[in-house]
């Protein structure tokens, strides 16, 4: 029997060219990393202004070509951008699919759609203008590129549980609110408590202080129950803040010793411990060089 040939564990890896395209792109610890995530920073706060500047109607009138031009300027750069992204892994649909892929693609498709824009139809030029504001999912990709941003995340997702059962509390409590201000001031007649699901809207509007003032009770009872729901409603505000700040300050204690910012050179997943040696998000080894 032949003796097996040994496996090479370079076969797996990506090119030089490639690691170096990933390292610039994704890796925020090296020159070349910090480098291009100011200038990405800055070009994405730039194309956000111009998409706003857009809807001004007087700027836009005396300065539309300008701000078209730098749109496409700035559409090209991200969509270079977002093809060096899926160069510089192994899995690309990986990338894709995620998140950051996702609104990365957002970003950059509705200005292409334009050039499809040829009908004289004005419900088509309307449609096509509603999709460009999806430019404005560039905001999120700043994200990436701030340092508190993935504690946040990963504090709300350790957070989602407790938040969920904390939302459905709270509007079960609205609920039952909403139906008794509707046993007390209203009725199908009444002008504001006129059923059950109008009645719970107050009871919302009420609970989280927000108080449009479009529906009020008027029975000495009816204002008396709405003021205790206005005083539940600052105690209820205090439960997510203090949950998610607890969170907070232990993804931050982890972090400060277990975290670091290598990222996966097969689906681009930042943000690991900084013992690991597989990606979190897809398995695949990590480079610990």
Known sequence: MEPSEPSNPVTNQLPAWRRRVHDIIFEADTFGGRLFDIILLISIGLSVVVVMLETVVSFNANHGKWLIGAEWVFTILFTIEYVLRLISVKRPLKYVFSFFGIVDLLSIIPTYLTLFAFSNEAHY??????????????????????????????????????????????????TIMGTVMYMVEGGPDSPGFSSIPQSTYWAIVTITTVGYGDIAPLTPLGKFLASFAMISGYAIIAVPTGIVGAEINRQMKQQKHDYSNRACNNCGAQVHTSDARFCRVCGDKLNLS
């Open 125 to 174: 030029l309307i449609t096509i203008r509603i999709l460009r504001l999806l430019r404005l999912f560039r905001i999120f990709k700043m994200a990436r590129y701030i340092g508190g941003a993935n504690l946040i995340l990963m504090a709300l997702k350790a957070s989602r549980p407790k938040i969920i059962v904390f939302l459905f509390a709270v509007l079960t409590m609205a």
